[in-house]
DNA sequence: GACACCATACCAACTGGTTGGTATGCATTA
DNA sequence: TAATGCATACCAACCAGTTGGTATGGTGTC
């Protein structure tokens, strides 16, 4: 790299274009953000780190965020945004009986219990760990994204308790906060392990719990 | 030496006794990190933070502990030790049928659920979230407390297994740590509502599921 | 279509305060 | 008096955030 830069005459178009494109920092910032923290946690994540990560510089952080609080807010709201294909892409979401569908779901969650553990952990749950007490407004993130999440599950579940009946006590959005729940625990428990098998171990026993609420009689 | 404290008598035992015992700082900042490490995260968590909450300095600390990874490792030992009378004190634990010390442990754990949030959630389940990829003596030292938990949980179980029969693939060790991950994910939704009524919910399905597993042939 | 104008996107270097850790001294106890 | 327990004073590295500047692309005007 012999020219700093100053020789790239208008024409290089062609190959050359190794500069990313105008505009991405924002969402490459968000996305190493995802990554870092879920490995590191948030207060050890430094915005030198995730500037780094993101192959972008502090002036561009600070640009796009008014401070590191402000990018664990937005990087909460990205997360909910992610998770969103979840319940759409599947083809377990065609299943008729809901009940199925519910199945299909946790049978989904636990064949993602894969791989190194930061890949598969729940960035909000990691971030509100830490910053329950310390930062509102990353907390009110957090619950914002879980809380999608639960409301997401919570349909099937409606069917599948109206189609198949459940015990007393059982309502359609404390059984999917019970599922969201486990997966957080699971992954707390993968953690101490360094290894998915003891959050699959754990989600396997959701599942059972699941079948048994649902299986006094079907068709009753 | 003129006295600057020299006056106190030996014979000044009744009342004053300002200074804390000598040798008591160690458990002093033990229980510091238990506290502020709940309440903040350890990373969040600063040095000083600690020490101010012991009431001591920072030559004190650095005295007992090499550094901040080795106070983090003492007290996740430390947090091993505060929970073993949760075995052994409660009435529960008399009880002839080994289902019903489960299920008793179980309700104990749900009547923990109460008040601030910082002051029923487990110390190093927060802080293996934000180790387990940074330190592998945190990481060990919280893998040890947890499994201690459990394998202090299975013979209850193993005993209702044999008395009252469970399903295919369910052992003791097993379901002692999905007991461990549904109290542990219950925590950190009760952190993003700041409530631990969402965590009480959580305790509540694990206890049906509980007696479902264990209900085979006495009632039906 | 060429030019002026400007908002947005981004960068490199710097700063004030904080953090984990150290060096040293002194009082109490064995 | 030797060792232990703890305090004070201090430091080098680090961190979130700032500053002052450059590059880029869009828009209105003629």
Request: hydrophobic letters at 45%; glycine letters at 6%; aromatic letters at 8%.
């Amino acid at each position: 790299m012999t020219n700093s830069r100053a020789l790239s005459s208008s024409s290089d178009a062609p190959a050359a274009a190794k500069r990313p494109p105008r505009g991405s920092a924002r969402a490459k910032l968000i996305a190493a953000a995802h990554q870092t923290v879920r490995k590191q946690g948030y207060a050890a994540t430094t915005v030198d780190q995730i500037c780094a990560a993101a192959g972008v510089t502090k002036g561009a952080f600070f640009h796009h965020f008014e401070s590191k609080e402000a990018l664990a807010v937005a990087a909460a709201e990205a997360w909910t945004e992610r998770a969103r294909p979840l319940f759409e892409m599947p083809p377990y979401t065609r299943l008729a009986d809901p009940l199925d569908r519910l199945i299909g779901h946790i049978d989904f969650r636990f064949s993602m219990l894969d791989g190194p553990v930061e890949e598969f952990t729940c960035f909000v749950g990691t971030m509100v760990q830490e910053a329950f007490a310390t930062s509102d407004p990353i907390r009110l993130a957090c619950a914002a994204s879980i809380d999608a999440y639960c409301e997401a599950l919570a349909p099937d579940i409606a069917a599948a308790m109206e189609t198949h009946g459940a015990p007393e006590g059982v309502t359609p959005i404390g059984l999917a906060r019970h599922v969201q729940a486990v997966l957080q625990g699971s992954f707390v428990l993968a953690k101490t392990t360094n290894d998915p098998a003891i959050a699959r171990e754990s989600v396997t026993h959701l599942k059972r719990y699941v079948r048994m609420l649902f299986a006094r009689e079907i068709g009753s």
